[in-house]
């Protein structure tokens, strides 16, 4: 929508009362809207990796290394709701992605991408009314695990089931094998079993992935992934069920090969190495982790996939990217996962707003 008149999102009047959700700060929902560095609402984390938004406005944190999990508040300041235990900090692997179950309201399920002592599995746990979490049920188990290349993200579809990232675990070959849950994005209902309409008969939904970090969702209810390469090309990849993005044959396109080419590309060597996405005003938001940016890619289909670059080595190095259901949009810093230079406060969660 690029109306200039401000307005609250359709996500943010479904998340609470009327008076909850007048309670949110008006935002610009103009395509052209300029981002700018608003608050830091919590500061002091370590390595944030994961974020999922409460009916209230508020969100559920996770932290890689030490598998806590806490709630930031939209207005500012943060407390720990849980520890998930078993949570193993194996190279890139650790607490990862979170997900709010579709009827989160009615069931209280929580979802969480993590690596354990022999693999990195789904699980879901409750939150309960106390604000704590329990009562803890393992969804999808056996996803290879290595020292990089884990995956790790988390997220429901319109149609209720949950999509999830893995990376290649480091052997490459996986990423190719229809039957192998590495190196793929997974499609499950929400008890982890395997919806019919998946394209091959089990829980792949695409293949050829060397190392997913981002998915979201737009409008028309099309599927977007970020994906990091190897030494050629970063992605940005339109997910399509049961197609194929290449990878280890190809990194980045191929033209007319017979693979699916990526919607954009970068370096990964200098500008990008992509992790968190969020779709917000026509356009992608991605978190570069080696590029210490964000930036916004043009979706809109009405004219150039444009590429912009904001706030270059403001913040560090950028993981998880949220949209807000005030407008805004939530960012993790990465700078203590032993690849960043730590500054005063980090990591944070920093709210980005609009012009």
């Given amino acids: 929508m690029t109306s200039s008149a401000p307005r609250l999102s359709r996500r943010s009047l479904l998340a609470g009362s009327a008076a909850t959700a007048t309670a949110f700060t008006l935002m610009s929902d103009r395509a052209d809207a300029r981002p700018l560095i608003g608050s830091t609402l919590a500061r002091g984390l370590a390595v ?31 407390h720990q709701v849980g520890d998930v235990a078993g949570v193993q900090d194996h190279g890139e692997g650790g607490l990862m992605g979170v997900a709010l179950s579709p009827t989160f309201r009615s069931d209280r399920h929580v979802f969480f991408y993590l690596t354990g002592s022999s693999d990195n599995r789904v699980i879901r746990m409750t939150y309960r009314t106390t604000g704590t979490l329990g009562d803890r049920r393992t969804i999808l188990a056996g996803i290879p695990r290595s020292t990089n290349h884990d995956g790790g993200q988390l997220l429901f579809g319109p149609s209720g089931k949950l999509y999830v990232s893995t990376g290649d675990a480091l052997d490459r070959s996986q990423a190719q094998n229809r039957n192998a849950l590495n190196g793929k994005i997974l499609r499950i209902d929400p008890d982890g079993s395997t919806p019919s309409d998946n394209p091959f008969g089990n829980r792949v939904w695409t293949l050829g992935h060397r190392n997913v970090q981002g998915l979201a969702i737009d409008s028309r209810h099309r599927l977007w992934a970020t994906e990091l390469g190897e030494n050629d090309r970063d992605e940005l990849n339109r997910i399509v069920k049961g197609h194929d993005y290449g990878w ?108």
């Fill in 48 to 78: 944030p990796w994961g974020l999922a938004f409460l009916p209230n406005g508020d969100a559920l944190v996770t932290e890689r290394e030490s598998g806590r999990v806490h709630r930031v508040r939209r207005t500012g300041g943060r």
């Fill in 248 to 355: 280890p044959t190809v990194e980045g396109g191929d033209g007319p090969g017979g693979f699916h080419d990526p919607y954009v590309t970068w370096s990964p060597t200098d500008t990008c190495s992509p992790s968190g996405l969020a779709i917000a005003r026509g356009a992608a938001w991605v978190g570069a982790l080696h590029g210490a940016c964000l930036w916004r890619v043009d979706i809109s289909g009405t004219g150039a996939r444009t590429k912009t670059r904001y706030f270059h080595d403001t913040l560090g190095r950028i993981r998880a990217v949220a949209a807000a259901p005030d407008g805004s949009l939530w960012v993790t810093t990465s700078n203590r996962d032993g690849r960043g230079r730590p500054r005063t406060g980090d990591d944070k969660v920093v709210r980005i707003r609009f012009t």
